[in-house]
């Protein structure tokens, strides 16, 4: 809501954005990201949604509204104002690597573990690795309203311990962070999902990233410092600090970045991923969508593609509930869950002539739930008093070949709109008969690809 209040100040009309008292903290580092310091919000009182009617109702009349009412009027508190930034090349701090770490994590510009350094020297090592200036713009990022540069995109790489030749790769992340159709505001969002990175083309071996066993493992440094940087460069440049502008209920540690076996695909004559992302046949790129979660897939058992998928559809299933309101609710068709498979399942699939897309629409029609639970879910998740995809598919809303296809509530309709909707990896350990599925967070995290200028 302040995001839409700072667009009426901006217009000259007055504004009180509703915040609740667990959103207080966000609300003071959001609006001063915005550029609007004293923009005015009213509170209401701990969290409506467990509150009794009469003590909602008393909380609105003796404390909200009469903020509401200051606020149109002008009487408004003046907030502190906010202390200065540091410049791109200002020097922050000289002494030894212990009182170093100490500075940076008192200034919350470290998550914690040690850093390395960000000298001169370092990040001129980084700029070796780009043709582009360090003071090119890739893009501003909410909350904080900071501009994304190369430079400072050098200066979190090497603090996140990643190598100078990374670069590029680094590059490609900030500029997909900055793409409005993934949302990096939503990055501190309640359900705490978390960013997946995954690489495709020939970065992935020229750079060393781990694509079979352990995958998802930290161990590996192109993994765990590539996907360490997207988690520093969301504090540092972003603006996304836990207690203040990340509002996770629980949170997820930072993921490292995992890579597609493009050995494997090329064996099986599928389509690489990043090519079914829309890219040129050797070209290397990085995805980026966030998600609330996943699941195994464990032990898979079967000789043909009818055998072995029924596993992987029954997990997109469980890894979305509530996450079903971005299919229909308040994301129309924005659901994006992912299935990650081991090779020899991709493997066996493809023996019997399957292609990744012949899987891909499997799973579409084997991956739905009755009409009567979707609804369930709809209504219970939602907190709307009535769901009937009937209804909805009559206004337009939705596509009433998938969910209104006849009255019956035991019809079973797909979780996503289109076999293209759900996304597939494979990786890694080559000969474990296992996949992994993860719940997507909708357009509060959509999926993003950008080519990595080698």
């Known amino acids: 809501m302040l995001r839409a209040s700072a667009a009426c100040e901006a217009a000259g009309i007055p504004s009180s954005s509703l915040v609740s008292t667990g959103f207080i903290g966000q609300a003071k580092a959001t609006r001063v990201g915005l550029g609007y310091a004293d923009l005015p919000w009213a509170t209401l009182p701990g969290h409506p949604a467990v509150q009794t009617l009469d003590e909602l109702h008393d909380n609105v009349r003796n404390v909200t509204l009469p903020q509401i009412i200051d606020n149109l009027t002008g009487r408004i508190a003046s907030a502190a104002a906010a202390d200065a930034e540091p410049g791109p090349r200002d020097v922050v701090f000289r002494g030894g690597w212990g009182a170093l770490h100490q500075h940076f994590m008192e ?27 360090p003071d090119e713009m890739l893009g501003v990022l909410l909350p904080d309203n900071r501009a994304a540069t190369v430079w400072n995109v050098a200066v979190n790489g090497v603090m996140a311990g990643c190598r100078p030749e990374y670069m590029p790769v680094l590059l490609a992340l900030v500029e997909a962070m900055a793409d409005p159709d993934y949302g990096v505001e939503h990055s501190g969002n309640t359900p705490g999902g978390e960013t997946l990175i995954v690489l495709d083309g020939p970065v992935v071996k020229a750079l060393g990233f781990n694509h079979t ?16 940087f997207w988690r520093l460069y969301l504090r540092n440049v972003a603006g996304f600090l836990p207690h203040k502008t990340d509002k996770a209920t629980f949170g997820n540690t930072w993921r490292v970045a995992i890579a597609e076996n493009a050995d494997a695909v090329e ?32 032990s898979m058992s079967g000789s043909t593609p009818e055998e072995l998928l029924p596993y992987l559809a029954d997990g997109l299933v469980k890894q979305t509930f509530w996450q079903i309101m971005f299919s229909v609710g308040i994301g129309w068709g924005k659901l994006r869950p992912l299935a990650l498979i081991t090779p020899i399942i991709a493997e066996t699939i493809a023996a019997a002539g399957w292609s ?30 009535i769901w009937n995809l009937q209804e909805e598919a009559q206004k337009g809303s939705i596509p009433a070949e998938l969910y209104a296809a006849s009255s019956d509530p035991e019809r079973r309709v797909p979780i996503v709109w289109s076999p293209e909707h759900i996304m597939l990896v494979v990786t890694g350990d080559p000969l474990r008969t296992n996949g992994y599925m993860f719940g997507h967070n909708g357009q509060l995290g959509f999926p993003v690809t950008k080519r990595i200028a080698l």
């Not at 919350?108 to 370092?122: H, Q």
């Not at 090519?275 to 040129?280: K, S, Y």
């Open 107 to 133: 200034r919350e510009w470290s998550d914690t573990l040690p850093i390395v350094p960000p000298t001169l020297e370092r990040i001129q090592a980084f700029l070796a690795h780009t043709p582009r200036s």
């Open 267 to 298: 064996a099986l004559g599928w389509t690489p991923f990043g090519v079914e992302r829309g890219f040129a046949r050797g070209d290397s790129t990085v995805t980026i969508a966030r998600y609330t979660g996943g699941g195994m897939a464990s």
């Open 356 to 385: 990744r897309a012949d899987v891909r629409q499997f799973l579409f029609e084997q991956a739905r739930i009755p009409a009567w639970e979707f609804e369930r879910l709809l209504r219970d998740w939602t907190h709307k008093p």
């Open 213 to 228: 066993q352990g995958v998802m493992r930290d161990g590996f440094q192109a993994n765990t410092t590539v996907g360490r």
